[in-house]
């Protein structure tokens, strides 16, 4: 997922049931994301108008993958409010996934399984072929001005 300032997707839907104060059910997953931030994406494109890198196929994002849980925690943080993640157990959770596909809830196998795996991508091959060895924002730095922003607009 790109995400920055103005960002219009699924971080926000996030953001918007978090900002609620609404508590995070699904604690007991320790899923793991990797996000690139529009300030990555935008360093790594300037760098290859400048050098010459061999064709191919190339994962961006950046360095650190983030769960889920601490992407509540990094929103909550930049509101300035206390992260509400409960750990339901995962056979409640799956339990009620299964009730949801057969009485059509919001929560059903497939949603679930969205929300709580891993989505994880490695950035080593651009970053090698540039030249370089980390990405010049870390995840959380990027979340966090992405986060500020979302504010930033309500308040506007």
């Known amino acids: 997922m790109i995400h920055g300032p103005g960002n219009k997707g699924n971080l926000n839907l996030l953001y918007n049931i978090v900002s609620k104060g609404i508590p995070w059910p699904l604690g007991a997953f320790e899923n793991r994301r990797t996000f690139t931030s ?11 108008l400048i050098k010459d890198v061999k064709t191919g196929i190339y994962n961006m994002n950046d360095d650190e993958a983030i769960s889920t849980n601490e992407l509540i925690e990094i ?8 992260a509400h993640i409960w750990k339901t157990p995962k056979g409640l959770v799956y339990l009620l996934a299964r009730i949801g596909d057969i009485i059509h809830l919001p929560l059903n196998t497939e949603r679930l399984k969205k929300l709580t795996e891993n989505y994880i991508a490695s950035n080593k091959k651009i970053k090698d072929e540039l030249g370089i060895s980390k990405m010049p924002v870390r995840a959380k ?12 607009e309500k308040n506007q």
Do not use: E, R
Request: glycine fraction near 6%.
């Open 141 to 152: 730095d990027g979340l966090n001005k992405t986060i500020l922003s979302f504010s930033k």
């Open 75 to 82: 929103i909550c943080t930049a509101l300035g409010k206390k």
């Open 38 to 48: 529009i300030d990555n994406l935008c360093y790594i494109i300037n760098n290859l």
